[in-house]
């Protein structure tokens, strides 16, 4: 879906951003060429969360339960991050 | 009451600058300006500004200190000439796309090279597409009441540009003249109190300045500062006939002399249109239909009412003191000639005191008997034309 944009008329002067928080609505998902798979054996220790630079990824009750693509980038960093030998993020091909 | 008092025009535009007493002033020294921030920094030590005075390791810190202190909702100023500006290029714009009021004399110096103190307005020429207001002054006198108006040109909601209060380096900046000036009271009364739109401070209302803005939003950006531009036209004329009824010197967008039957114009803007105003007497006294447009706004530049003031012309000239490079005549003359276009008019551009040349009224009735000449055997000859260049 495309989203409409707004007119200059309609935007703060100054290219100003006048609500705290606004980065949630600009989706930088489309940039990434690779993506991170969750694997299974994720024993989450929650690093991955921590270093995300775009809360992209998505815990619940001290659990990795998925990745919000709308944010991700595909920078790789959770990947590179997992301490574990087999990796439970994984890069692959965004297609 | 006002009264008359002598000063240079540093001293007027640092003395208008107390009457105003911003909340920040971020400077860093360069001649022919330093005296003028000498002068403030003065006021300040003695405590009669309530000013933050930042001195700043370079021009390009305090362009960007002066930005910070106007983001966060600070009346603002700083004060530069020739490479000191230069070296905010890069801030010039930061300054104009974040629409802050920021107001800044500019005491006009050629640029370097060869390195040259004196003054041309090859700085200010430089920043012409910056988006930053222009208002050019003749002499002390203009350059005060420039000052004393520029915080609220740039301050109106409609407008919120910074602004460049120009005034030629020596000539006016360190000539002592006799000018009127408002009483504190009156001048803090026209001015009123700073009222910014968004304040990095107001934690209620907290606000994102600077962030990125791609193709999508980049765009539109521009379309608002244009509109900006667009809305200072107005805004300066009110303010000038406002200035008027407080003063007794009402200011508009450029001035005439002795225009309304004249059929040789010299245009031009600064000092040199006060020697060209006494050439006009002269030649005037000798019956010679000559006259003058001199200009005070540069950006937003006043096309509509030039294009009619000068539309009975048949033969003008552009004084221009700085060039550019690779085209025929100078800034002022491009403006003039487009402003003019479709009109049978003769067109003759004439680049005068680079790097300080001084130029005199005689040399200024011989251009006059040149345009004359065009007049009369209806050929322009050359467009390209200099004052008191060694052929």
């Known amino acids: ?95 | 009451m006002a009264k008359n008092v002598s000063l240079t025009g540093n001293d007027a535009v640092g003395t208008a600058l107390k009457q105003i007493n911003p909340d920040v002033a971020a400077v860093f020294p360069i001649t022919p300006q330093t005296e003028l921030m000498h002068k403030f920094a003065a006021f300040v030590a003695n405590g009669e500004v309530d000013t933050h005075l930042i001195t700043v390791e370079s021009e390009h810190s305090a362009m960007s200190a002066t930005i910070g202190a106007a983001a966060a909702g600070a009346r603002s100023i700083t004060a530069t000439s020739s490479a000191g500006l230069a070296y905010m290029w890069e801030m010039l714009y930061i300054a104009a796309s974040l629409r802050l009021p920021i107001v800044m004399p500019l005491v006009n110096r050629a640029l370097s090279g060869p390195i040259n103190i004196h003054c041309d307005h090859s700085d200010v020429m430089g920043m012409r597409d910056a988006g930053w207001i222009i208002i050019f002054a003749e002499n002390t006198q203009e350059a005060y009441d420039n000052t004393v108006q520029a915080f609220r040109i740039a301050e109106h909601k409609n407008v919120l540009l910074p602004i460049a209060v120009c005034f030629d380096g020596f000539i006016i900046s360190h000539t002592q003249e006799i000018l009127q000036m408002l009483d504190d009271a009156e001048v803090k009364k026209f001015v009123g109190e700073y009222q910014p739109a968004y304040s990095l401070l107001d934690t209620d209302h907290p606000v994102t300045v600077g962030p990125l803005a791609l193709p999508d939003y980049y765009f539109e950006c521009k379309r608002q500062q244009i509109e900006g531009m667009k809305n200072a036209m107005s805004v300066i004329e009110e303010i000038g006939v406002e200035y008027g009824k407080l003063s007794g010197r009402a200011y508009g967008h450029f001035e005439t002399y002795k225009l309304e039957d004249a059929e040789t114009v010299l245009v031009g803007a600064g000092s040199t249109m006060g020697t060209a105003r006494m050439a006009v007497d002269s030649l005037r006294a000798k019956g010679k239909k000559v006259g003058l447009l001199k200009i005070r706004t540069f950006r937003p530049f006043p096309a509509d009412a030039i294009r009619k003031a000068l539309g009975n012309a048949k033969t003008i000239g552009v004084l221009d003191r700085a060039v550019s490079f690779g085209m025929e005549g100078g800034p002022i003359f491009s403006e003039i000639r487009s402003v003019l276009f479709g009109k049978k008019i003769n067109l003759k551009s004439y680049i005068y005191g680079l790097g300080g040349r001084d130029i005199f009224p005689h040399q200024i009735e011989d251009v006059f008997a040149e345009m004359e000449r065009v007049t009369k055997d209806g050929n322009a000859g050359t467009t390209e034309n200099y004052i008191g260049l060694r052929e």
């Open chain 1, 1 to 95: 879906m495309v989203k409409k944009l707004k007119t200059w008329k309609e935007i703060p002067i100054g290219g100003l951003i006048t609500e705290p928080g606004f980065s949630i609505n600009y989706e930088t998902g489309d940039w990434k060429t690779y993506k991170p798979i969750h694997k299974s054996n994720c024993t989450h220790c929650m690093i991955c969360w921590l270093y995300c630079p775009d809360s992209a990824i998505i815990a619940k009750d001290g659990k990795v339960t998925g990745i919000d693509y709308s944010h991700c980038k595909g920078c790789g960093v959770c990947s590179r991050q997992c301490p574990l030998k087999d990796k439970a993020m994984v890069m692959e091909l965004d297609k």
